[in-house]
């Protein structure tokens, strides 16, 4: 029998009984699962015994006000999401809720709409969370290297994990590169998690699924008025993370005009908010992705060389799974057994034909791609081991000379020449040198690049 889902659950605390029993109604028809409160011990209690995804409250209360229920909640579960409610004039108290660890809030009369959308977000970004702390724990008893959000053991992912454990102490901007999916986000989050901010919030936002003026907002927040629709204050990501980590991702899709103020917060730590006056300052550590090559879009005049220095002080590029040797196995084991976990599926594993198909592959989309054929084939295999004609993607092409020909990339074609020239003078770099008609300077830089050296 197919087990129903379980409703998120919400704790909505109010000591207004037309305010809480109005909010229970609207959370309910929006498929929540709600228990109400008046007070804040009366919460405490319901948390304790609920475990809610998300708590709503009011800041003014008797017995126990807002601020002190979201203090003890966090001694309770230091992770919970909770939105605080105030009314109009007293912004501030909310921005002081914020900075005591609250996720968000909203300004009284609510708007439900409003409200949904900031439950949903406070649920996906602890989710995220929790996911990222499950990996980590599950490679730190695997290798104990503490960067659980990443897998794989190739010296390419291996030279990955030492530069971000060096980085992650450190306040500098760093800047990601590498196709897409290669996983980005995760090293950004697994940075975040090795450093002393680990406690402290991280922001993700996507800086190419917005336009100019909505991506304004989304980092710098809005003053009420400030442009049409905008009738309330707004709070934007980089006072969302202030004392944490922000998630830039795709830096390099963002306008000439937004580079500029960008710029400025990166050298002064202050800005001021879309349609306001007031210099609001931030500590921020601040870490951009692309897969784009900046030093090439600086060239062609689309992308600021000051903006591109100030991101580009710690550089760690991604490798793409191709050139991951055997990590493609790796992460199709892991990927299958969650997704054997998630389906109740009986599947114990791959054939000998689809391990091969899976390591001849050349993963254009990475290890995003990998993921999805692993869920789709879970989905539709009806034995007990995935084979290849499970896998939703074409066989690759033959293998020749340790290159799959057609389909190898200049990078797979220029490591293949080096390590093969190597290989063949007996891994002297001057006589390579010589054969390939480049530097010795050049065949260290790649050896460096390849974890050889």
């Not at 605080?84 to 909203?106: I, K, L, N, P």
């Not at 008893?141 to 503490?146: A, L, Q, T």
């Not at 030492?162 to 989050?189: D, N, W």
């Not at 995935?386 to 799959?404: K, S, T, W, Y």
Request: glycine share 8%; net charge neutral.
């Amino acid at each position: 029998m197919t087990q129903e889902p379980q409703l998120p659950r919400i704790v909505v605390v109010d000591d207004e009984p037309s305010a809480r029993h109005g909010l229970e109604k609207l959370l309910r028809h929006e498929g929540f699962d709600v228990r109400i409160d008046a007070d804040g011990a009366a919460a405490l209690r319901t948390a304790a015994e609920f475990a809610p995804d998300v708590v709503v409250t009011d800041l003014r209360m008797p017995k126990m006000d807002g601020m002190e229920l979201l203090k003890r909640l966090r001694e309770q579960d230091r992770d919970i999401p909770v939105i605080v409610v105030t009314a109009f004039g007293e912004v501030a108290s909310a921005v002081a809720a914020m900075q005591a660890g609250a996720d968000d809030y909203q300004t009284k009369p609510v708007e439900i709409d409003a409200l949904v959308l900031a439950i949903r977000r406070a649920m996906e970004r602890r989710a995220l969370r929790s996911e990222a702390e499950n990996l980590r724990r599950q490679l730190r008893e695997r290798d104990g290297s503490g960067l659980q959000g990443l897998l794989g053991t190739s010296p390419a992912m291996q030279q990955v994990y030492r530069t971000a454990k060096q980085v992650a102490g450190a306040r500098a901007t760093v800047l990601l590169t590498g196709e897409s999916g290669t996983g980005k986000g995760e090293l950004a989050r697994a940075i975040h998690g090795l450093g002393p901010r680990a406690k402290q919030p991280f922001v993700a936002l996507h800086c190419a699924a917005l336009a100019e003026s909505l991506l304004e907002s989304e980092l710098f927040g809005h003053e009420k008025g400030s442009f049409t629709g905008a009738d309330r204050q707004r709070i934007g990501r980089f006072e969302q993370a202030d004392k944490g980590t922000l998630f830039l991702d795709e830096i390099g899709e963002i306008s000439p005009t937004l580079q500029v103020k960008l710029l400025r917060v990166l050298q002064e730590r202050t800005f001021e908010r879309v349609g306001g006056g007031e210099s609001i300052k931030v500590d921020v550590r601040v870490i951009a992705a692309t897969n784009r090559d900046l030093a090439r879009e600086v060239r062609e005049g689309r992308f600021r060389e000051d903006l591109f220095y100030r991101l580009n002080v710690v550089h760690v590029e991604l490798p793409p799974l191709r050139l991951r040797g055997r990590d493609s196995l790796l992460l199709a084991e892991h990927f299958l057994q969650r997704f054997v976990a998630e389906n109740h599926a009986s599947i114990r594993g791959f054939s000998e034909r689809a391990q091969a198909k899976i390591a001849r592959h050349t993963w254009p989309g990475n290890v995003r791609e990998l993921e999805n054929a692993i869920e789709r084939a879970v989905v539709l295999c009806d034995a007990d081991q995935i084979d290849a004609d499970h896998l939703p993607f074409e066989g690759a092409p033959d293998v020749q000379g340790g290159i799959r020909i057609p389909g190898a990339t200049m990078a797979e074609i220029e490591r293949h020449a080096i390590l093969s020239t190597l290989d063949a003078v007996g891994g002297s770099t001057t006589r390579a040198a010589e054969i390939l008609d480049i530097s010795v300077r050049t065949i260290q830089y790649r050896l460096h690049a390849y974890g050889k050296r």
